[in-house]
C-alpha cells in the first residue's frame, strides 16, 4: 500500500491528452513538492517534472503538471506511442522523514 | 556525462548479507546527497536511505526506510566517486532491483526542494533459498 495514491492504469490514443493524479496528505503533498517520473518498459526511471511544474531540458513541452492542495497530476499533451510507461509520483513525507512514491499508472497508448 | 553504475546484486540466502556499489562519473561526486531506491519485480518504486554529501555515518546525515532500519547501512567513498549499501538479515521481501540516485535540490526561492535525477540502470538482489 503506497503512501500517495494513483490510479493503476490509464489509456488514450496518439494525439489526445491525458491526465494521472496523485493524492497524499498534508505531511507529503500538501506540504512539500512533487516530482514525477516516467518508467519506460525494461529501464529505469526518469525524471520528466520537478518540483510541482518544472520541465527538465529534453522532456518535451508535452508534459507538464500541477498541484493544489494535497493533490497533484501529470498532464500528457499530444499523446504519442513513446509515451507509454509507467509514472510515478513522489514527494518527501515530513512525518515518515523520508521519501514516498505513488503505486504507479500504467499508460497505454492505445 | 552524468553516470551512475551499480554493481554487487545478485542470489542471496536468507539471513544472508551483501553490499551494493554504485559508482559515479561526469559529476562532482562529493557535492551531492545521493540516495538508494528499489523495486520489487513488478511493484513500484520505494525509497531505500539516503546520505548527505560528506558521508557522515551517524544520526544526522543519513536517513533510511523503517523496513530496512537496523538491517541497511548506507556509506560513502567520495575519493572513489563510490556509494555503497550494505544490506544485512535479508529477508525474501528484499528481493528488488535497487537503483543508485543522485539527489538535486534548489534553494533559489529560499526554500530547499529536492528531486532525484539521474537513476542508474540498477542491479538486482534476489534473496531466496
Known amino acids: 500500500q503506497s503512501v500517495l495514491t494513483q490510479p493503476p492504469s490509464a489509456s488514450a490514443t496518439p494525439g489526445q491528452r491525458v491526465t494521472i493524479s496523485c493524492s497524499g496528505s498534508?505531511?507529503?503533498?500538501?506540504?512539500?513538492?512533487v516530482n514525477w517520473y516516467q518508467q519506460l518498459p525494461g529501464t529505469a526511471p526518469k525524471l520528466v517534472i520537478y518540483?510541482?511544474?518544472q520541465r527538465p531540458s529534453g522532456v518535451p513541452d508535452r508534459f507538464s503538471g500541477s498541484k493544489s492542495g494535497t493533490s497533484a497530476s501529470l498532464t500528457i499533451s499530444g499523446l504519442q506511442s513513446e509515451d507509454e510507461a509507467d509514472y510515478y509520483c513522489?514527494?518527501?513525507?515530513?512525518?515518515?522523514?523520508?521519501?514516498?512514491f505513488g503505486g504507479g499508472t500504467k499508460l497505454t497508448v492505445l | 556525462e552524468v553516470q551512475l553504475v551499480e554493481s554487487g546484486g545478485g542470489l542471496v540466502q536468507p539471513g544472508g548479507s551483501l553490499r551494493l556499489s554504485c559508482t559515479a562519473s561526469?559529476?562532482?561526486?562529493?557535492?551531492?546527497?545521493m540516495h538508494w531506491v528499489r523495486q520489487a519485480p513488478g511493484k513500484g518504486l520505494v525509497w531505500v536511505s539516503r546520505?548527505?554529501?560528506?558521508?557522515?555515518?551517524?544520526?544526522?546525515?543519513?536517513i533510511y526506510a523503517d523496513s530496512v532500519k537496523g538491517r541497511f547501512t548506507i556509506s560513502r567513498d567520495n575519493a572513489k566517486n563510490t556509494l555503497y549499501l550494505q544490506m544485512n538479515s535479508l529477508r525474501a521481501d528484499d528481493t528488488a532491483i535497487y537503483y543508485c540516485?543522485?539527489?538535486?535540490?534548489?534553494?533559489?526561492?529560499?526554500?530547499?526542494?529536492?528531486?532525484?535525477?539521474?537513476w542508474g540502470q540498477g542491479t538486482l538482489v534476489t534473496v531466496s533459498s
Open positions: 561526469g559529476f562532482t561526486f562529493s557535492s551531492y546527497w
Open positions: 518540483s510541482n511544474n
Open positions: 540516485v543522485r539527489d538535486r535540490v534548489d534553494c533559489s526561492g529560499g526554500t530547499c526542494y529536492n528531486w532525484f535525477d539521474p
Open positions: 513522489a514527494a518527501w513525507d515530513d512525518s515518515l522523514n523520508g521519501w514516498v
Open positions: 498534508n505531511s507529503n503533498i500538501g506540504s512539500n513538492i
Open positions: 546520505i548527505n554529501s560528506d558521508g557522515s555515518i551517524d544520526g544526522a546525515h543519513t
